[in-house]
């Protein structure tokens, strides 16, 4: 079992930059592929990124390629998502997920509650 805290959302402007933290409890979360998504309003929760155990595999959407940066401090329990050069379109809630199994699945068993982001222009 893993239990997912996200923070770091706010408000910022297009062009800035903002991270994005992840807080994991549970005995195994060094196992876990640990991931982030979004969801804007009256869309569908959309992938972007995801990290492997040992942090050598990554896996992003190619609509966040090149801004978005995941990484992880498993000696903090804690799964980042550096984003800049922040766009408007960028504004959705952001969730924290966690699975074991391969980055390139996207079939995740546990989430946190997110993170509202919104990017003004």
């Known amino acids: 079992q893993v239990q997912l805290v996200e923070s770091g959302g706010g408000l910022v402007q297009a062009g800035e930059s903002l991270r994005l933290s992840c807080a994991a409890s549970?005995?195994?979360?060094?196992?876990?592929?640990m991931g982030w998504f979004r969801q804007a309003p009256g869309k569908e929760r959309e992938f972007l990124a995801a990290?492997?155990?040992?942090?050598?595999?990554?896996d992003y959407a190619d609509s966040v390629k090149g801004r978005f940066t995941i990484s992880r401090d498993t000696a903090k329990n804690t799964v980042y998502l550096q984003m800049n050069s922040l766009k408007t379109e960028d504004t959705a809630a952001y969730y924290c997920?966690?699975?074991?199994?391969?980055?390139?699945?996207?079939?995740?068993?546990?989430w946190g509650q997110g993170t509202q982001v919104t990017v003004s222009s």
């Open positions: 997920a966690a699975k074991l199994g391969s980055v390139t699945s996207r079939r995740y068993g546990y």
């Open positions: 990290i492997a155990y040992n942090s050598v595999n990554t």
């Open positions: 549970g005995r195994t979360y060094s196992s876990y592929v």
